[in-house]
T-cell receptor, first 112, second 114 residues
Framework: LAKTTQPISMDSYEGQEVNITCSHN???????ITWYQQFPSQGPRFIIQ???TKVTNEVASLFIPADRKSSTLSLPRVSLSDTAVYYC?????????????FGTGTRLTIIP | KAGVTQTPRYLIKTRGQQVTLSCSPI?????VSWYQQTPGQGLQFLFE???????NKGNFPGRFSGRQFSNSRSEMNVSTLELGDSALYLC?????????????FGQGTRLTVV
């Protein structure tokens, strides 16, 4: 199973760019890298997904180096509402079926 | 379109009882997964159903079971409840249930066992 490692927590000021890095040394060839955001007492919400290089959408960018052993979620100009836990997941395909494996996540706190 | 709906939102049960939680996936989604979230263990995978068949199962005791109906709605049952079963139970649906597709989570059912 591909395991991920992320910082436990991070603080940032409003308006700053935040980069959260995730390590996944044992990523398999078919695995995708996905990031979710979770607010207290709510289900996780999909942010972005990528396989290699760079992916950008309206809320974030995802940078993946050529070896794919790590990835960086970039949140531009954060606001207080970005305070949440962010999970990095790597696709797990035992027998071809799905089983999302969540790590401990990174608790991001945005400071006014 | 409507999101993933979980019922009930909150539940209080006593030890030894059983409980059934319900999840209605997004229309057209055939994969439904269940997760347990606790402060100590984080988000843990319970099982996944696709077209009424359990395709994958996490490391939980047999007291935790589930099923999926032909309309893709899913139920999760926990028998002989223990205090440690108190948790937020989350359901997620996706079109194919593979990592290359986005999973949509419900708001969860908060189960408290007393």
């Amino acid at each position: 199973l591909a395991k991920t490692t992320q910082p436990i927590s991070m603080d940032s000021y409003e308006g700053q760019e935040v980069n959260i890095t995730c390590s996944h040394n044992n990523i398999a060839t078919n695995d995708y890298i996905t990031w979710y955001q979770q607010f207290p007492s709510q289900g996780p919400r999909f942010i972005i997904q990528g396989y290699k290089t760079k992916v950008t959408n309206e809320v974030a960018s995802l940078f993946i180096p050529a070896d794919r052993k790590s990835s960086t979620l970039s949140l531009p100009r954060v606001s207080l509402s970005d305070t949440a836990v962010y999970y990095c997941l790597v696709g797990d395909h035992p027998g071809g079926n799905e089983k999302l494996t969540f790590g401990t996540g990174t608790r991001l706190t945005i400071i006014p | 379109k409507a999101g993933v709906t979980q019922t009930p939102r909150y539940l209080i049960k006593t030890r030894g009882q059983q409980v059934t939680l319900s999840c209605s996936p997004i229309s057209g989604h055939r994969s439904v997964s269940w997760y347990q979230q606790t402060p100590g263990q984080g988000l843990q995978f319970l099982f996944e159903y696709f077209s009424e068949t359990q395709r994958n199962k996490g490391n939980f005791p047999g007291r935790f079971s589930g099923r999926q109906f032909s309309n893709s709605r899913s139920e999760m049952n926990v028998s002989t409840l223990e205090l440690g079963d108190s948790a937020l139970y989350l359901c997620a649906s996706s079109t194919q249930g593979r990592s290359s597709t986005e999973a949509f989570f419900g708001q969860g059912t908060r189960l408290t066992v007393v």
